[in-house]
């Protein structure tokens, strides 16, 4: 008689969700559960024959990773090298392929993916985006395939995996709040992305705290790409009353900020400080390097190969979060209204209170 996953979970007394995540390698199970499942799943006989289950239920083996409309320059920038890495290690772990599905517009895109589902070539997708009003999820309901968002699904049917990127924007803000900033300026994507929203939200939660009035003439919008935000820039920039600081979605955005900066003249960060998003090598090579946080590319990615799994072993969707942190670096320097102590520097001091209030980037959130 075949061993099954929900027998090793009952003996192990632990979910199945939990024994295929074990089983798939994944790294957020605590090393006492690691081993008592394996060790359960060895005195059974436990040996998983992908291929004979392939036969059975006539799996295809593969998943569809869906990017965004190729018409937005998704390859342009470097969280989807990262992201797809995650997962093709994530995926890894029971064989599996991956297919990657685009299109030019929402509708190319929709029929893709369908001809890829109705056709059996793979058994689940994993979504990089979420978007308001995306025509794409209705489509994924019609269709029962397992589904993973990458970001904050608009429906509990869809399992996902993201950042508090509320939480972290709100701290971002207000790690230059303490450095004596006031004239904060926010640059984020298309307000069609909930990652946007989310993270302009956080924004405005920062400066509600410290009491500090938002202007709308300082909240921008472009798409994700370093062009589109040098000319959204340049409309900030170019009030009589700039900004001393931005923080800014993305890293390759950032460089568009960088680069409207040099052509005005501005020096970053003695007169203008950024604190960025994502922690891609971009930041680390950029002149001057930039404060980024860091939102684990890499582990969203394989979190969600693991989520894909659960799904497919008869599991109910479910979220999880994967934590923040702000990589300090050196575009950022004291504002204007940065403490003045009675002893050392007026930068020491802001430091100080900035890394304090830094520290909400290193508490894990829960999902």
Do not use: W
Not at 50 to 57: G, I, K, P, Y
Not at 88 to 102: C, N, P, S, W
């Amino acid at each position: 008689m075949e061993v099954t996953i929900k027998e090793i979970a009952r003996i192990a007394g632990v979910s199945p969700s939990t024994v295929s995540r074990v089983l798939s390698g994944n790294p957020r199970i605590s090393q006492a559960t690691r081993e008592r499942v394996l060790k359960v799943a060895e005195e059974l006989g436990y040996h998983p024959n992908l291929q004979a289950r392939s036969l059975v239920v006539k799996r295809a083996e593969a998943a569809a990773v869906i990017l965004p409309r190729s018409r937005d320059g998704a390859f342009l920038n470097p969280f989807f090298p990262e992201v797809l890495r995650g997962i093709v290690a994530g995926l890894a772990g029971r064989k599996y392929a991956m297919l990657l599905v685009t299109g030019e517009d929402d509708a190319e895109k929709r029929d893709n993916v369908t001809r890829a589902v109705r056709g059996r070539q793979v058994d689940g997708v994993i979504l990089l985006e979420s978007r308001r009003d995306d025509p794409l999820i209705p489509r994924l309901v019609e269709l029962r395939v397992p589904v993973v968002m990458i970001g904050r699904p608009p429906t509990r049917e869809i399992a996902y995996v993201d950042n508090d990127n509320v939480a972290a924007a709100e701290a971002a803000t207000a790690y230059l709040i303490a450095r004596g900033h006031r004239e904060i300026a926010f640059l984020g994507g298309s307000p069609e992305y909930t990652v946007t929203r989310d993270r302009l939200e956080g924004y405005r939660r920062a400066l509600r705290r410290a009491r500090i009035p938002e202007q709308a003439e300082i909240v921008g919008h472009a798409d994700f790409t370093e062009s589109e935000a040098y000319r959204e820039v340049e409309r900030i920039l170019a009030r009589e009353r700039r900004p001393t600081a931005f923080v800014v979605a993305d890293d390759l955005m950032a460089l568009g900020v960088l680069a409207q900066a040099r052509v005005r003249g501005l020096e970053v960060p003695r007169d203008v400080s950024l604190v960025s998003f994502n922690d891609t090598f971009l930041a680390r090579l950029s002149t001057p390097p930039l404060h980024s946080v860091n939102i684990g590319i890499y582990e969203l990615g394989f979190l969600a190969a693991q989520l894909l799994f659960e799904l497919l072993d008869g599991g109910e969707p479910r979220g999880e979060l994967v934590p923040t942190r702000l990589v300090e670096r050196s575009s950022v320097a004291c504002g204007p209204y940065a403490p003045k102590p009675v002893t050392g520097s007026s930068r020491d001091s802001a430091e100080k209170v900035a890394s304090e209030d830094a520290s909400e980037f290193e508490r894990p959130q829960a999902p």
